[in-house]
C-alpha cells in the first residue's frame, strides 16, 4: 500500500494566518491526490482534487500543490470555520489511502 | 444536489455480517461515470478506504478486507450496499458511503453521507 504521511499532526494557529500542511507519499503518484476537510462528527469535505484544482464551492483561499510524492494544502487566511481535521488522500492506486490527519485549531 | 445516507443495523454481534445500505437522492446512481464508495473511521482514528464499485458491478476491494467483503448495486431502488463478513471487535467504526468522482476528476470523493455508527460486540 501507498503511505501517506501529514505534517504536522496538529497546528494552533490565529484568525488571519497563513496555514501550510504538507502531505507525502511513499512512492510516486503523480497528481492523483485529494484533500479533505472534517468537521467533529461530521462527514469529510472535499476541498481540492487532483493536487491543485479547487472543488466547486470551496473558497478561494484554500490551494493546493505538488506532484509526484510531496504535495501542500496552504490557508491563505485562517478563518474561523476552518477548525477541524484535515486529511490528504491518493487515488494513483489501489487501495486508495489517506494520511493521518491534521487537526487545525483556532488560538 | 445528490445526498447519500447510509443505513442498517448500529450493533452487529462478532463473527456476524456488517450489512448496510447507502441510499441515493436527488439523482441517479446510474448516470454519469461515477464509482460508488465505502470508507471507514474508527472512533478518534483516521479514515481507511473499504472499496468501491461501478454500476456495471466492477469492484475494487482493499485487499486487507478484500476476503470479508462484498458490495453490490440495485438500480432499482437507488441504492448500492456493503456486506463485511466475520465481523470482529476491530471493525467497528463510523462507515461513510461516498461518490468516487472517477478518473477524470482524480477519483476524489465529492459526496459524502453522514455517517452511520457500527459496533460489533456480543
Known amino acids: 500500500d501507498i503511505q501517506m504521511t501529514q505534517s504536522p499532526s496538529s497546528v494552533s494557529a490565529s484568525v488571519g494566518d497563513r496555514v501550510t500542511i504538507t502531505c507525502r507519499a511513499s512512492?510516486?503518484?503523480?497528481?492523483?491526490l485529494a484533500w479533505y476537510q472534517q468537521k467533529p462528527g461530521k462527514a469529510p469535505k472535499l476541498l481540492i482534487y487532483?493536487?491543485?484544482t479547487l472543488q466547486s464551492g470551496v473558497p478561494p483561499r484554500f490551494s493546493g500543490s505538488g506532484s509526484g510524492t510531496n504535495f501542500t494544502l496552504t490557508i491563505s487566511s485562517l478563518q474561523p470555520e476552518d477548525l477541524g481535521s484535515f486529511f490528504c488522500?491518493?487515488?494513483?492506486?489501489?487501495?486508495?489511502?489517506f494520511g493521518q490527519g491534521t487537526k487545525v485549531e483556532i488560538k | 444536489q445528490v445526498q447519500l445516507q447510509e443505513s442498517g443495523p448500529g450493533l452487529v454481534k462478532p463473527s456476524q455480517t456488517l450489512s448496510l445500505t447507502c441510499t441515493v437522492s436527488n439523482g441517479s446512481i446510474s448516470s454519469g461515470s461515477y464509482f460508488w464508495s465505502w470508507i471507514r473511521q474508527p472512533a478518534g482514528k483516521g479514515l481507511e478506504w473499504i472499496g468501491r464499485m461501478y454500476i456495471s458491478g466492477t469492484t475494487n476491494y482493499n485487499p486487507s478486507l478484500q476476503s470479508r467483503v462484498t458490495m453490490s448495486v440495485d438500480t432499482s431502488k437507488n441504492q448500492f450496499s456493503l456486506r463485511l463478513s466475520s465481523v470482529t471487535a476491530a471493525d467497528t467504526a463510523v462507515y461513510y458511503c461516498?461518490?468516487?468522482?472517477?478518473?477524470?476528476?482524480?477519483?476524489?470523493?465529492?459526496?459524502w453521507g453522514q455517517g452511520t455508527m457500527v459496533t460489533v460486540s456480543s
Open positions: 487532483a493536487a491543485s
Open positions: 512512492h510516486d503518484i503523480s497528481t492523483w
Open positions: 461516498a461518490r468516487d468522482l472517477g478518473l477524470f476528476r482524480g477519483n476524489a470523493l465529492d459526496i
Open positions: 488522500q491518493q487515488a494513483n492506486r489501489f487501495p486508495q489511502t
